[in-house]
């Protein structure tokens, strides 16, 4: 499969950051972006840290 482009990588971490707020559980997130996109194990662990990353960010951000 060929690598993702950035804006591919965008799309797939802002899926999983709803998967999180949606309430769904990391293995969850997981086993998604393991199906959905055919990645790695090391790679889904990757776009989940990323999307959790992201949320903190824009949590600090607004100051919550």
């Known amino acids: ?4 482009t950035a804006a591919e990588t965008a799309d797939q971490i802002e899926r999983l950051q709803g998967l999180i707020l949606a309430g769904e559980p990391n293995t969850a ?11 790695s194990r090391a790679q889904g662990y ?3 840290k990323r ?3 992201q949320i903190k960010d824009d949590i ?5």
């Open 29 to 39: 997130c997981l086993v998604y972006a393991r199906q959905t996109w055919k990645v």
């Open 51 to 53: 999307a959790w990353a």
């Open 1 to 4: 499969m060929p690598k993702a």
């Open 60 to 64: 600090d951000e607004s100051g919550i």
């Open 46 to 48: 990757k776009l989940v």
